[in-house]
């Protein structure tokens, strides 16, 4: 069965945002089923709410003032904290709007004892489990605990919202959970609930269209940002990542622009490894890359046991560009490729990679359609099945670029024609090793191409047709902030 991580519906609902549509459409339309499940269940009686300050409240909040233009229905809600500390803009707008509406009965509570008290749950015909959703992490905190146990010591039918309150939707270890008699998942089943253990707890699972829209998942767009890994305040020195370049030879640039490209995007410590004719040249474009020199003017077998010694002390390798394709390079990247963890190819280091990739290496590569066809590649049509056949992550770069690692496709439609510069595919492979070091393939890739196209559409309303790649290096932060 097809389903999704926490994290990558929370990336949804931002690029909802990006295109349009907004959260609070979603929150009315997910409210809006919940409210018409309870009406299914029950034709008349009391309704108890019992909702959490995130959005999963806010879907609440929503169906209870359906439900509450119903005669007869009674509604209550109980909120699990001060309404003055809801957390997100669209379920505190929707928790306000109770007050004009026939609910019969609004608590806000930091003590479980006092949902006790008022003999709520004991009255109700059917209580809606509102209070965490997918954004637990850790172990439950009071009030919630005690409400779980309210809930499962009450002998009411109980509807989850999205899922089951204190189950881990990514199906991570349990401390307690609401035993639901059904629960109503938005959008897509989520990679939770798909599990043996998820049974005991959700019974019967709805999935509910809510109107997102198709882009907001197919097209990278901003909120794929927000499943990158964050900077933590307590982070050192190669937390970052720690990037080793092997580039250059016929051409000095390329590996520059890549490591340049590199450093923009958070990595913490970039090394270009350089044939010995250009290292120098590559060390001068700034004192922020480290450059070791090779044994001679091209990348040859005999700098195979060097580099491999240098991948030692990386995190992600990046391959290929300015290397020319001398039969003698194409034979050093094969025997280089197997030492890497983590390796992302590009440009003329594609003619040397042999597939599938070996087993325990992790590989994105990043072709423009002329390398994908040299591969085997057959356009973005085959990118899904070259990438699930032969074990990697591809980035396809065209006007639009798709990207895949066999099971995900996703478009990126970011950057404009002045980007056919030269350079702007080191600065793309460079942007994706930063994020590969701090993140899954496909969440790199993604990223990678969304940043490097905005970068590019920033740096053409400024430079117009005479952008060059080291104006998209300089706007990489702009994106990333």
């Not at 004991?122 to 439950?140: F, H, M, N, V, Y």
């Amino acid at each position: 069965m097809r389903s999704i991580t926490s994290s990558r519906m929370r990336a949804i609902d931002a690029n909802c945002e990006y295109l349009g549509l907004k959260g609070l459409q979603l929150m009315e339309n997910a409210g809006a089923a919940i409210a018409c499940e309870v009406k299914e269940r029950i034709g008349s009686g009391k309704v108890l709410f019992i909702a959490g300050r995130g959005n999963n409240g806010g879907d609440a909040f929503v169906a209870a003032r359906h439900l509450a233009s119903d005669p007869r229905i009674m509604v209550y809600v109980v909120l699990a904290g001060h309404s003055t500390r809801i957390r997100t803009d669209d379920a505190r707008h929707n928790f306000n709007i109770l007050k004009h509406c026939s609910i019969k009965g609004t608590l806000e509570l930091t003590d479980a004892s006092q949902l006790q008290k008022t003999g709520w749950i004991e009255d109700s015909d059917i209580i809606i489990d509102a209070l965490l959703g997918t954004g637990i992490s850790g172990k439950l905190r009071e009030t919630e605990s005690t409400m779980i146990d309210l809930i499962n010591g009450s002998g009411k039918p109980v509807i989850a919202v999205d899922v089951p309150s204190g189950f881990d939707p990514d199906g991570g270890e349990i401390d307690k959970a609401v035993i639901a008699d059904i629960t109503l998942t938005f959008h897509e089943m989520k990679a939770g609930l798909t599990t043996s253990l998820a049974g005991e707890y959700t019974s019967e699972v709805k999935v509910v269209n809510i109107g997102v829209c198709e882009d907001a998942e197919k097209c990278v767009g901003a909120g794929d940002l927000k499943v990158l890994l964050r900077r933590r305040a307590d982070s050192h020195k190669g937390n970052s990542g720690r990037i080793l370049i092997v580039g250059g030879g016929p051409y000095s640039g390329a590996p520059a622009l890549a490591a340049m490209a590199a450093l923009r995007t958070g990595a913490d410590i970039v090394t270009v490894a350089a044939p010995a004719n250009v290292a120098e040249t590559i060390a001068s474009y700034s004192p922020n890359i480290i450059v070791r020199p090779l044994s001679s003017d091209i990348l040859c077998e005999e700098d195979v046991e060097k580099i491999a010694e240098l991948i030692t002390s990386h995190d992600v390798v990046v391959i290929g560009m300015g290397l020319g394709r001398a039969d003698r390079t194409k034979s050093a990247i094969a025997k280089i490729i197997p030492f890497c963890k983590k390796v992302i190819v590009d440009a003329d280091g594609l003619y040397g990679i042999e597939l599938p990739v070996p087993k325990d290496t992790t590989m994105i590569i990043t072709p423009h359609a002329g390398e994908f066809r040299s591969l085997g590649g057959n356009g973005p049509d085959d990118v899904q099945a070259f990438s699930k056949e032969n074990g990697l992550t591809v980035l396809l770069k065209g006007k639009e670029d798709t990207i895949s690692n066999g099971e995900r496709v996703a478009i990126n439609s970011t950057g404009n024609a002045g980007m056919t510069v030269g350079g702007t595919g080191d600065v793309l492979a460079g942007i994706t090793g930063a994020l590969f070091a701090i993140s899954s393939p496909i969440e790199a890739a993604c990223c990678a191409a969304f940043i490097n196209g905005v970068a590019g559409d920033l740096a053409f309303e400024e430079k117009g047709n005479g952008l060059l790649a080291t104006d998209i290096i300089d706007r990489i932060t702009d994106v990333m902030k």
